[in-house]
């Protein structure tokens, strides 16, 4: 972490501190106390040097708008020496400064600044123009000024008559490229993300091509050997004549003003399959000696440091076997990762060889919906951020999709938290001003409706697509609307009702088919237009292919259809967000059940004596769900015998990895692990793991996505928790229906199947009713305190029991349930 930035410096006696070629002379540790604004009435003048660029004025300008508009006062813009007043610009272009400030140099500082108060005046100096932008955002950041989503609706402007700030403090960003795809550029300036170094790493191998059709058309052995043919987008490295062809091009698109270039391959498969190729080693060794060999080229320019940027990717994200170049910087894409690694390992391996790391992050989810994507979960953001940059990470391109009401929250603390760090450690502080800018008097139940839709804390439940989660979230606008009656509050309400008319019309269009499901989906798309500039949802492609649900034609593909949707796309009025308001309310019923909560102390079913039952089928581990958890039960310590194959769908994604815990491992570390033996091949193969404890353990099986299949010792009881994909590819399962329940209730996404009760009668078909959603099924007479069975076809579905435990195993007998279920059912036993 930067040790320098965000600390106010407390001077004493004579003491002095260097930043840079600066000395700061003796001054209180928060600044001394200045007053820019009183009663409305501007008491000194923003100062921009006369020689000050047109970067600079601009930010000038910016803030006196901004002070006028917070304080009511006019405040002036003038050119000085520096000496008084609030003083804006560069250091250098001040003959009169009351203290001595230079910055270091160098591209990974350029957005370095400095604030100080003195009785004087107020100082934003930074390193560069973009510097001194940053700088004025602080300020009005720290008087109240917020823009936390990029429209004028979310932009929060205080007002404030009297202006007075003590401050003494440099700052310098922890991530120095923090790209948030889609984010406005007004946005991305107010919240200090637009950054001083310009990382490059998309894919560039397509582009190598274009600007050298001739010489590859020459020199056909450029381009990869594939089933004994040259062609494709990628390359022969280990052709000399490729590799100076690169360098050459790589050179002729490096200027003075170049902060990297990209040596990224180009998207999908086709790597070489020649000799000398695979001589120089796995796919990651071949892009990085390509990108080795441009580093060391453009830094022979004599126009200062020149960086490459690459991705951890796909075929090219296992760590390589060769060292990297100090100014290549490597991106660690966190999905769409080969070899069975996960993105922790790739950066901890990653950065044993490279000088620079940074990510290539995915936060998106195409449908906009509550819990969709990593920007919805702040636990997540947190650990990464903070995880990562104490790993060495300064860098990061944040895959967003331009879709703020559900992810909004999560983009806005991103920002903050890449600029500094600690702002993870004070996450609680930040919503809550959120929450009491954004909603003032409603802020507790709007707090309420964003944790419906945000994850805030470990082991808050993920949202649920329902009539439940709609009704709820209407309600909770309905209540907001009463507790505040300020219009800027009342326009975010609007702005998020009609965020919940989005989720219902896509809740609505899953749960139809045929020429229902279209209309839907067409009232959807339509949806989604009319409120377009809020910036909600992310209309960009919603018409094609990429946010189409399964069954629907996408209107794009429909001649003149999305014509004519675009063409009745007028944007809503008050009135018709009220009714919207009122039906959403009427239309979407709430839980007609009570969830009961039960411990994670399992135990055997042995004393319950549940009859024999067939046996189920857990199928194949889900094919973006590689990872699962059992719980097993261990009689005594001692050996673990598994079958275990992988690779059933992908054999690229490395081998199957298994780890084993104990409850009674102090340090929560795993008993044993076997991380290389399971290749993925489909081939089956024994797996012996250790533990030094009996009873209940945890196995934890991952597979990249790959696909994997187990098998445990016979009569060893084990089950799966069910849960959002924690069981995906269960095709018949066993759970059990504790003494006294009355009624069975939970949540499925299923598409087909049903559930059937001890004694086989089928009591809920998952297509009938509409196969995504909330269930409750009456306890028939007799059916309680015994096994039923769960049952989806196709091996696929989503399952969540709420009212019995939350437990399927393969056969009744192998069940392991909560401790208290099974003293209280065995003791009550006939």
Request: charged share 25%; with cysteine; proline share 5%.
């Amino acid at each position: 972490m930067n040790m320098l930035k965000g600390h106010n410096f407390a001077l004493r006696a004579a003491a002095v501190l260097v930043v840079g070629a600066g000395i700061l002379q003796d001054a209180p540790a928060d600044g001394i106390a200045v007053d820019l604004v009183a009663e409305g009435k501007a008491l000194m003048p923003v100062v921009v040097a006369k020689n000050a660029c047109d970067s600079v004025r601009e930010a000038a300008a910016e803030m006196a708008a901004y002070l006028g508009r917070i304080s009511g006062a006019d405040i002036e813009i003038i050119e000085g020496n520096g000496d008084r007043g609030i003083v804006l610009g560069m250091p250098e272009s001040f003959t009169d400064l009351p203290f001595a400030t230079a910055f270091e140099t160098g591209p990974m500082h350029r957005e370095d600044y400095r604030l100080r108060s003195t009785a004087t005046g107020l100082y934003l100096l930074g390193a560069t123009p973009l510097a001194v932008h940053n700088a004025v955002w602080d300020v009005l950041h720290r008087f109240g000024y917020r823009m936390f989503f990029p429209t004028a609706t979310w932009e929060v402007i205080p007002s404030l008559p009297d202006l007075q700030i003590a401050v003494n403090v440099d700052e310098r960003p922890d991530y120095y490229n923090r790209r948030v795809w889609h984010a406005t550029p007004e946005w991305s300036r107010r919240n200090r993300s637009d950054s001083g170094f310009q990382l490059r790493s998309g894919h560039a191998y397509g582009g190598i091509i274009r600007r050298n059709r001739e010489a590859f058309a020459q020199n056909p052995e450029f381009l990869a050997l594939r089933g004994g043919e040259r062609g494709g987008s990628k390359f022969c490295i280990s052709n000399p004549g490729l590799r100076e062809l690169v360098v050459a091009d790589a050179i002729a698109r490096t200027d003075a003003d170049t902060d990297s270039i990209s040596m990224d391959p180009s998207d999908g498969g086709g790597w070489c399959e020649c000799e000398a190729c695979d001589e120089l080693g796995s796919v990651s060794d071949r892009v990085v000696i390509l990108a080795n060999a441009v580093a060391e080229a453009i830094n022979t320019l004599d126009m200062g440091p020149k960086y490459v940027g690459i991705y951890a990717y796909a075929s090219h994200s296992p760590p390589p076997s060769v060292d990297i170049h100090p100014k290549v910087i490597v991106s660690i894409s966190t999905s769409f990762i080969r070899g069975g690694f996960t993105a922790d390992q790739l950066v901890e391996e990653w950065g044993r060889r490279a000088n620079k790391l940074g990510l290539r992050e995915h936060y998106y989810s195409y449908a906009n919906l509550p819990g969709g994507g990593r920007a919805t979960d702040l636990v997540y953001l947190t650990r990464t951020l903070t995880e990562y940059h104490a790993a060495g990470v300064r860098f990061n391109s944040a895959n967003i999709h331009d879709a703020w009401g559900p992810t909004g929250l999560g983009h806005y603390l991103m920002a903050r938290i890449m600029w500094d760090i600690d702002t993870a450690v004070r996450i609680e502080q930040e919503i809550d001003d959120f929450l009491d800018n954004c909603f003032a008097e409603a802020r507790e139940t709007m707090r309420r409706f964003y944790r419906r839709m945000v994850r805030f804390e470990p082991g808050q439940p993920r949202a649920l697509l329902s009539e439940d989660l709609v009704g709820n979230m209407y309600r909770d606008l309905a209540e907001a609307r009463t507790l505040s009656d300020d219009p800027s509050v009342r326009a975010r309400l609007n702005d998020l009702i009609l965020y919940t008319r989005h989720v219902e019309l896509y809740h609505q269009t899953q749960n139809l088919s045929g020429d229902a499901r279209q209309k839907r989906y067409e009232d959807w798309v339509q949806h989604s237009f009319r409120f377009a500039d809020s910036k909600m949802i992310h209309t960009r492609r919603m018409d094609g292919r990429h946010y189409a649900p399964g069954g629907v034609t996408p209107v794009d593909r429909i001649e003149g259809r999305l014509a004519r949707i675009r063409a009745a796309a007028t944007p809503y009025t008050d009135e018709q967000i009220d009714a919207l308001l009122a039906e959403g309310i009427a239309n979407n019923a709430l839980l007609d059940f009570e969830p009961v909560e039960f411990s994670d102390d399992l135990l055997p079913v042995t004393p319950l004596n549940l009859p024999e039952t067939a046996t189920g089928d857990y199928g194949n581990a889900g094919r973006h769900m590689g990872t699962r958890t059992f719980y097993i039960w261990m009689y005594e310590p001692g050996d673990l015998n598994l079958r275990v194959r992988g690779g059933i769908t992908y054999r690229d994604r490395g081998p199957v990895q298994l780890e084993l815990f104990s409850p009674l491992n102090e340090l929560e570390e795993a008993e044993d692990q076997d991380l290389e033996t399971v290749l993925p091949d489909q081939e089956w193969y024994d797996v012996v793991l250790q533990t030094p404890h009996a009873g209940l353990h945890r196995l934890v099986t991952r597979c990249s996505g790959g696909r994997h299949q187990i098998e445990f010792p016979e009569d060893m009881p084990e089950c799966l928790r069910g849960g959002f994909r924690a069981h995906v590819g269960i095709a018949s399962a066993w759970f059990y229906v504790p003494r006294a329940t009355t009624v069975v209730g939970g949540y499925v996404d299923a598409g087909s199947g049903g559930i059937w009760d001890a004694d086989g009668n089928r009591l809920y078909d998952f297509e009938e009713a509409g196969g995504r959603g909330y269930f409750s099924v009456p306890v028939p007479e007799g059916q309680d305190g015994r096994a039923w069975r769960v049952r989806a076809w196709r091996g696929r579905g989503q399952l969540r029991l709420m009212t019995v435990p939350n437990y399927l195993a393969r056969e009744a007998r192998l069940l392991l349930l909560p401790r208290e279920v099974v003293e209280a059912d065995s003791q009550a036993a006939p």
